[in-house]
């Protein structure tokens, strides 16, 4: 009979063998997985990739265009409308012209200073155009403006009413600053005079909105 | 057993590679589909307008002063 000692010692190499090739199959078969994913991982990305960005764009172009032609479709219809409210208007195109020229129309920004002073009697004793476009704010989208300083001598009140008048015309007209100051001759200290004039400086800010075609 | 540990990472790497690569199909192909859509949404061609005048408005302008130019 042969001790249990040397039975072990024989089978072991056997066990060894056995485990040995059991690993080798499992190192085989991760091996192979992970091959396949690499594969697909490759394949996805140099020819699936590209083929389903090029649907993908497709489908956005055919979105966008589906949307785009909804848009239009009511944008049109609202243009119809427009066109068939604006003719009737058309008469009227003078009254907006006046209130904001397309051009800057300095002789009819003077004459609106000058009318409306010389309705109550003031002569208007000096007007300075400003055309530095750099140095006017501006105050609406697309428009220009040019700016006016007025002067003249008045009764106070008359000067008040020249200014809420010309706040009242027609074309936009934006008043920055007013002052009333007593007038002052060389000889004379500054007292308000016999007559109660004021010499009234203000400046306004004159409006124009410039075509669009002459922009481009 | 060093072998196995090996192929095992390499497994891992693998299937993180292939998931990557399909969500960066997914990210580049949903760009792609959005992009037309957000640009057109943005376009100034689509801005809407507004086809109502305000004719109280107009009324109201041309009741206030203005001086004709007389030469024109």
Known sequence: MTPPSSQTSKLRPLFDYLRKQQENK??????????????????????????????????????SKKILKNELKEKINKVIEAQDLYSQVQEKYYVVNSSLPDMPKYYDASLQLVETSQKLGVVTDDLTFNLDPNAQKKALVDTKSFSVNTMFKSSFNNGLKIVSDLLNNRRIININGITFAVENTKNQIATPSASGNVVVNFSSLFYFWPSQNEKK | ???????????????????????????????????????????????????????????????RNYYDNPTQ
């Open chain 2, 1 to 63: 057993m060093k072998k196995n540990k090996y192929s095992n990472y390499l497994l891992i790497i693998s299937i993180f590679t292939c998931i990557t690569v399909f969500f960066i199909i997914i990210q580049s192909s949903y760009i792609k589909l959005m992009k037309p859509i957000t640009d057109v949404k943005q376009s100034v061609i689509i801005r809407p307008i507004d086809p109502s005048l305000d004719l109280e408005t107009l009324s109201e302008i041309e009741k």
């Open chain 1, 26 to 63: 499992k190192f085989l078969k991760t091996i192979e997985i992970s091959g396949t994913f690499l594969l697909i991982a490759f394949f996805s990305y140099f020819a699936i990739r590209p083929t389903v960005i090029t649907i993908s764009a497709l489908n956005g172009d055919i979105e």
